[in-house]
């Protein structure tokens, strides 16, 4: 009787009762997060077409790098191929991948905070012991999801109607559509791992592998039509042809992938209980041989540290091997050369290249070296880092432990990435190496910004995220805006010489290292002195 | 006898609210010392002054003879810290965060590490994420019994333990102060205190209300007392410190203040008693006498503020 009464399955309201509340919620607590995620994926779709116009004045200039990028099989493996020379497909060819990734990285994020993390945190428990249904709290990170993909569309198809609306239309679709099939993706993945890091870093290798599978398909073929693009959603976007003969019946195929996911997540979420997961935790060891804060800090980051390695010397090795074909392609285009060079010198196309590519990883290895400072702001305010202060361990021995693997894994993956360009390149390492050493000068500016916002106001050290972007921002879209000297000095980047290539300067580079030291020094006067904060 | 802890005058604000407002507390070694107090009084907070984690504004503090600010990492070695609420590292299994504190203080027992474990019935294995809360706690009590120090600071420590697993605990403390181990005890669970403590400081509002042992705080409350006598009592009203009278018939109950309790058995005596029951005041109505001090103040501040 009683097994009976538990199988009876209670009516589809009930098991949505409480989204709207959920919903509201999840809104209010992303209420900074997802406008800034949108604002910043619309803000580089929308100033494409001014770019492109600065880039490609005339038709002839435009119709010229549609022809080349026929034959430029690696650039197309990085952006995909280009379908008609106006101004709007343009846009869509050159930011439609990254807007499209950038999409799907928010929506990933976005349901795995809403679902998994709330479980792992176990407020899920408290949730659900409301009035809240079964598939409530799914169904709103999906709705939460939903909500920041229907913003970002509706920019994108605003903000690009002046170039054709049905090109807009299309566009905007298309990139929340890739961000709704990886929101269902992660959505999926949740129900799978215990944990939200891991359900965050399998989605965003899913997402990876989508990446590369677009960008195999596309260096084969000038036209999409390969089955490793359409094995990938963002090949389904350059695939939707915005601006180019639309073909809208591939929006079915997002709908029908996210349709699909959503299913399969339902279904999961409804044989699993609160807290549980399909991939159960294996046992660890009974005792352990962990026996300094150092080696507890190496324990904690070293999976992200083999993550970031094994990036940056992929992207090394791509970018290296790409070198060639792009130098090329941007030898033929005035504006486009003089961007390359603002970026990465004067002194050959090649180098050029190389050297902004460098540059370029320079400001992603900021993002490390944030990440891995800020373990510590974590540690504080878990509640982890007051046991193991309260064993004799002094605070600057707990920072250092984390401080060595931020600072010392910014030379290693910048190193690692150097290896890459050499052999993607194929030419002595010694210069690239060289190249990406003096880079770290500027990462580690950077990080000691972040230990010393950590040791003086810890409840401003998430703003190291923002000085991170702010640096990314300016190196990346600084010198394509021909942005003035001014502010592309603000980031210690623009200080950097621009190697290879270019001449070594020892000046600008000690400089950065003494301001490094000097903040290194201040945030960690400060960790001694200051409260610790729980 | 040394003093493993002297803290006298010690003051504490994080912005405008006083966590510590001029606290005083002196913990023998070889003392198990409760440390008692509504939620808010300041209890963690003055561990963490003593553990170094907050710096005090003002006052003076000394911990095993050092100062727990400059010799923090000094100290440490020779102190097991148990927090109310531990959080794990969710990669790291029970067995390896044990050893890892071990380490870091003085060193660990092997044997005591393992009699332990057996004890409180804890699953080494399980990564830190699958615990529960008795469990997560479990873990660093554990650490902290098996470790080679010489004082243990516990802050509410047993929060979420069963009480078979509460027993245990009990247990250990005892054993670790027949060793001569020094141990503050931070806890709500009064009995566990009364069967525990030598000595115990009551703080409200950052401040130390009441120190000393049971016994001397005992004498400072009231013992309830009910008796049937032969005839009608007389006299019980005018006695000095009796409280709540209540005489039906020949039924008596009443509360004295213990310092008065001679004169009023005295006077019951006269009266011959029948039967008589007599209750020593519990810590937990010591306990409560201070806690419902702040409530009629609270309630008077509210009175008057609605009219």
Request: hydrophobic letters at 50%; a neutral charge; proline letters at 3%.
């Amino acid at each position: 009787m009683t097994a009976a009464a538990f199988a009876v399955r209670p009516r589809l309201s009930r098991q949505l009762a409480g989204t709207g509340t959920l919903l509201r919620f999840a809104l209010r607590r992303d209420r900074v997060m997802i406008p800034v995620w949108v604002a910043v994926n619309a803000l580089m779709v929308l100033s494409m077409p001014n770019t492109l116009k600065g880039l490609y004045a005339t038709p002839a200039e435009r119709a010229d790098l549609v022809a080349q990028m026929a034959t430029n099989s690696s650039l197309r493996a990085m952006v995909g191929p280009v379908f008609s020379d106006s101004l709007g497909a343009l846009t869509a060819w050159r930011v439609g991948v990254y807007a499209g990734v950038l999409a799907a990285v928010t929506g990933l994020f976005v349901v795995v905070r809403h679902t998994r993390d709330e479980e792992e945190s176990g407020r899920q428990e408290l949730l659900a012991s409301g009035m809240v249904g079964r598939r409530a709290s799914l169904t709103a990170a999906l709705l939460a999801a939903a909500v920041a993909n229907a913003a970002l569309g509706l920019l994108v198809v605003a903000g690009l109607a002046g170039q054709g609306a049905t090109g807009a239309l299309a566009f905007g679709l298309g990139i929340a559509g890739v961000g709704t099939v990886f929101a269902t993706m992660a959505a999926i993945v949740a129900q799978l791992t215990e944990s939200a890091r891991l359900a965050r870093g399998l989605t965003a290798g899913v997402l990876g592998a989508a990446f590369v599978l677009r960008a195999a398909g596309d260096s084969a073929t000038d036209d999409g039509s390969s089955v490793l693009t359409w094995l990938s959603p963002l090949g389904w976007l350059e695939n939707l042809r915005p601006y180019a003969a639309e073909r809208w019946w591939v929006l079915l195929l997002f709908a029908a992938a996210a349709a699909a996911q959503a299913g399969v997540a339902y279904a999961l979420a409804g044989r699993r209980d609160v807290g549980m997961s399909f991939l159960p935790t294996r046992p660890g060891p009974a005792s352990g041989r962990l026996g300094s804060a150092a080696a507890l800090a190496w324990r904690l980051q070293r999976g992200s540290v083999l993550g970031w390695s094994i990036g940056f010397f992929l992207a090394g090795v791509v970018y290296g091997g790409m070198t060639e074909g792009a130098a090329d392609l941007v030898g033929d285009n005035d504006n486009a050369r003089r961007i390359i060079e603002r970026m990465g010198g004067q002194a050959g196309l090649t180098d050029a290249f190389l050297s902004a590519m460098v540059g370029m990883l320079g400001l992603v290895a900021a993002l490390y070296v944030v990440a891995s400072v800020l373990r510590l702001h974590g540690e504080e305010t878990s509640g982890r880092a007051e046991p193991v202060l309260a064993n004799a361990v002094g605070r600057l021995r707990w920072a250092a432990g984390h401080l060595v693997i931020a600072f010392g894994g910014s030379v290693l993956i910048m190193l690692l990435a150097g290896l890459g360009f050499a052999l993607g390149h194929g030419r002595e390492a010694g210069p690239i190496l060289g190249a990406c050493l003096v880079q770290v000068a500027g990462v580690w500016v950077i990080g000691a910004l972040a230990v010393l916002l950590h040791g003086i106001a810890p409840r401003t050290a998430m703003a190291a995220w923002g000085v991170a972007g702010a640096v990314l921002l300016i190196g990346w879209v600084g010198p394509a805006l021909d942005a003035p000297r001014a502010v592309l000095d603000l980031s210690p980047f623009g200080h950097l010489p621009k190697l290879p290539g270019g001449e070594m300067q020892w000046g600008p580079v000690l400089v950065l290292l003494l301001v490094a030291v000097v903040l290194l020094g201040a945030g960690l006067a400060g960790l001694r002195r200051r409260d610790m904060t729980t | 006898m040394t003093k493993a802890i002297t803290v006298s005058g010690l003051h504490k604000s994080f912005g405008r609210t006083h966590a510590l407002d001029g606290l005083d507390l002196d913990v023998e070694t070889g003392e198990v010392h409760g440390f008692l107090g509504p939620n808010g009084a300041g209890k963690s907070t003055t561990i963490r002054v003593l553990l170094g984690l907050l710096r005090a504004d003002s006052g003076a503090a000394q911990i095993l003879g050092r100062d727990p600010w400059t010799d923090a990492v000094e100290t440490h070695r020779r102190i097991a810290y148990v927090p109310g609420d531990v959080t794990l590292w969710r990669n790291l299994s029970g067995g390896e965060v044990i050893d890892l504190y071990g380490r870091l203080r003085g060193g660990l027992d092997t044997r005591r590490r393992a009699e332990l474990i057996e004890r409180f019935e804890l699953d080494p294995t399980k990564k830190g994420r699958t615990y529960s809360k008795g469990n997560r706690q479990k873990v660093a009590l554990v650490a902290a019994f098996a470790s080679d120090v010489d004082l243990l600071i516990l802050d509410e420590p047993t929060s979420g333990l069963d009480p078979l697993m509460e027993e245990v605990f009990q247990r250990c403390v005892e054993e670790e102060r027949n060793r001569g181990r020094t141990i503050l005890l931070s806890s709500h669970i009064l009995s566990e205190v009364e069967e525990l403590c030598d000595r115990v400081s009551i703080i409200r509002k950052g401040r130390t209300v009441e120190s000393g042992s049971l016994a001397d705080l005992r004498h400072l409350t009231r013992t309830s007392v009910t008796a049937e006598l032969a005839g009608t009592p007389d006299g019980l009203a005018r006695l000095p410190g009796v409280h709540d009278l209540d005489v039906q018939g020949r039924r008596v109950r009443l509360q004295v203040d213990t310092d008065q309790l001679d004169a009023v058995l005295r006077s019951l005596t006269e009266s011959g008693v029948r039967s008589l029951t007599s209750t020593p005041p519990t810590l937990e109505e010591l306990f409560l006498r201070h806690y419902q001090e702040d409530a009629v103040a609270a309630d008077v501040v509210a009175e008057g503020a609605a009219r």
